[in-house]
């Protein structure tokens, strides 16, 4: 609570108390010390009495006679202070005696044991009679200490009458103090609370003092000038691109947020920039070259844009420029010019000269018409249109097309795949359809594993719908992974399904065999499952195996060292030849589909089946033949030779659950 207090009425509080405690103090000591003075005084005065007195006590106790008892009686009566007075003898016996004796009888113990003794009220002293070293008597006094009192009263009343003076003198004092003490520090405060150096808006504390204060201030505005100082470059690192310098993304959201809540008679236009395959020149002359190619690039480019314009990197090799209160035909002509200024722009490193275009699409839109995310996602849907037509093209936006459609359910099917990779609510389920062993009957199982989808709504999504999302979105990966991982965890729980199984396919993306993660997944499920690994086959298509296998030797290699097959899927399709086919580290390959289901019709299809399985039979390979939907494709195809069979005549896909069960 004390905490509470500002620093001046803790200031005020202390001083008086240290006042109050003072003049209490000196009051005590002072009474005293008087008192003290007072008996002191009392003593002296007692023995200055009974001195004056000494030989005329004498003469009486040698020689006691009326006279001298009448001019003892007399002298004493001058002195008002005395209210006793007893004249002992050598043998102790009185002889004499003044004035009411009842207060000597009162403290008699006291007397008898001391020759000084102070009541309230009186001193009794006893003083020795002597002459020539003989011992005559003594007397004993009862002295008044009345005035002695009053003169003490008279300083403790004055005392008293001077402490509300002194009280008050004080709290001027400590106001006085506490204005001045304190005055620099509510200076400080009040400039703290006015500053806001994150702003540039500083308020300085100045003063006349060279001491702590000094020095106090200049720290302060050291530090708030430091601040400010601090907080513009933080403002500007937030808000700028570091290589560029140019606005980044965060500022550029910001600016989008208000535009979308500022109204202005002709609106706003949004242009998405995304250069054409940059990254063939980053991987080509190396990332330096690529960054000293996009700081000239937005020098470049920023002389056709105007002044109004906010110009920002949003990505590597991907900008947007918003324009305020600009019309759709001033944007359209800026659009027109920024693809024909950079399909002229030429970069020379060295010996090389790069030349770069991009795509661009635009928005144009009023206040309050999107929200931001519907904006971005509009913007980012026309783009993915004019990258559609090709390399320095562009696209306005328009919700009506057909492209901005197959964009947007893309997108909404991405979020559904990340959701069926976490907790839902969509979600993956995985199925089998039956691999038949046609040149020998068999009681073992073979089939292919697939993976189906279903929204948050239960709505089935094809494979052929969230497959080409998840290339777009480079989530294959992490299908491929989650497949694999589920499809180990389920069947390893049921070792009599593993021990009557003879191979299980699983698909893999391109882009999977080089993904590290995905790599590393492979490994780690090596070492956790119990699972006999020469029963998996890996199935990569034609198209992707062709890119893949190249870059993905190492972890082919270390594939095959753990006898995990692989299988190439729907060949004769891509531009794989006969020549690849013989050179790659297949043991299975999986004939497309299309030829079986004309080869009965086209002696063509027929030939390429029997060219295929001659070439796989030369090399140990193994062969599956795809779409088996009749019983003339088995019979056709086991008189070709081809080793399995996989259709919907030998067996529609059904959940993995169900084969467990069998």
Avoid: C
């Avoid at 004493?76 to 004796?101: H, Q, W």
């Avoid at 600009?326 to 944007?331: L, Q």
């Amino acid at each position: 609570m004390w905490n509470k207090f500002s620093i001046k009425v803790q200031l005020i509080f202390f001083m008086t108390l240290i006042i109050v405690v003072v003049e209490t103090a000196t009051l005590f000591l002072v009474l005293r010390i008087q008192k003290e003075e007072n008996n002191k005084n009392a003593i002296v005065e007692a023995k200055a009495i009974t001195q004056s007195l000494n030989n005329d006590l004498l003469k009486y106790l040698l020689n006691p006679s009326a006279d001298m008892l009448s001019d003892i009686n007399f002298r004493l009566s001058a002195f008002k202070k005395i209210n006793t007075m007893i004249l002992f003898d050598e043998n102790n016996n009185p002889i004499y005696k003044y004035g009411d004796i009842s207060n000597i009888s009162l403290n008699e113990s006291k007397i008898s044991k001391k020759d000084i003794v102070f009541t309230d009220d009186d001193l009794f002293i006893k003083n020795r009679l002597t002459a020539q070293g003989y011992n005559f008597g003594y007397t004993l006094l009862d002295i008044d200490l009345t005035s002695f009192k009053i003169k003490q009263e008279q300083i403790t009343n004055t005392i008293i009458m001077i402490f509300p003076f002194a009280l008050i003198f004080g709290i001027f004092l400590s106001l006085f103090l506490s204005k001045s003490y304190t005055q620099p520090f509510l200076n400080l405060i009040n400039s703290m609370r006015k500053s806001d150096p994150t702003k540039d808006k500083i308020v300085k504390v100045k003063t006349n003092a060279n001491n702590e204060i000094k020095e106090l201030f200049e720290g302060f505005n050291n530090l708030m000038k430091q601040i400010s100082q601090s907080s513009k470059q933080l403002r500007f690192q937030a808000s700028h691109d570091q290589l560029t310098n140019i606005f980044n993304r965060y500022y550029l959201e910001e600016k989008l947020q208000e535009a979308l809540k500022s109204e202005n008679k002709n609106g706003y236009s949004l242009f998405n920039i995304d250069l054409d395959q940059f990254k063939l020149i980053n991987d080509s002359a190396g990332n330096q070259v690529g960054d000293e190619l996009l700081k000239m690039l937005v020098v470049y480019f920023n002389t056709i844009l105007p002044k109004n314009s906010i110009f920002a990197r949003v990505d590597g090799d991907s900008f947007m420029v918003l324009l305020d209160n600009e019309t759709i035909d001033e944007s359209k002509k800026l659009l027109d010019l920024s693809l024909e200024k950079l399909s002229d722009f030429r970069f020379s490193n060295q010996t090389e000269t790069f030349s770069v275009s991009a795509s661009i699409s635009l928005v144009h839109f009023k206040a309050y018409q999107y929200t931001l995310k519907e904006l971005l996602k509009a913007s980012s849907s026309a783009l993915y249109t004019a990258k559609q037509k090709g390399r320095n093209k562009s696209h306005i936006y328009d919700a009506s097309d057909e492209n901005i459609k197959r964009f947007s359910i893309e997108l909404d099917t991405a979020k559904y795949i990340k959701e069926a990779l976490n907790d839902g609510p969509s979600r993956f389920e995985l199925f089998a359809q039956d691999i038949v062993p046609l040149q020998e009957k068999s009681d073992k199982i073979g089939y292919e594993i697939l993976i189906r989808m279903w929204d948050k709504n239960n709505n089935f999504i094809s494979p052929a719908d969230f497959l080409p999302a998840a290339e777009r979105y480079q989530l294959m990966a992490d299908i491929d992974t989650y497949v694999l991982w589920t499809y180990l965890e389920t069947v390893t729980k049921d070792k009599d399904h593993i021990n009557k199984l003879h191979s299980a396919h699983i698909n893999l993306a391109g882009s999977s065999l080089n993904n590290i993660d995905f790599q590393r997944k492979v490994k780690e499920a090596i070492e956790h499952f119990d699972f006999p690994w020469e029963k998996l086959e890996l199935e990569i298509t034609e198209s992707s195996a062709i890119g893949s296998f190249n870059v993905a030797n190492e972890f082919i290699s270390w594939l095959k060292s753990k006898n995990i097959g692989l299988a190439l899927d729907d060949f004769g399709t891509g531009m794989a030849s006969f020549e690849y086919l013989k050179n790659m580290p297949f043991d299975v390959v999986k004939i497309d589909g299309s030829f079986v289901k004309d080869m009965h019709v086209d002696p063509t299809d027929k030939a390429v089946i029997k060219y295929i399985q001659e070439i796989a039979s030369l090399k140990n390979q193994e062969t599956v033949a795809e779409y088996v939907e009749t019983k003339e494709d088995v019979e056709e195809l086991t008189k070709l030779g081809i080793t399995y069979g996989q259709g919907y005549y030998l067996g529609k896909p059904r959940p993995l659950s169900s084969w467990l069960e069998d």
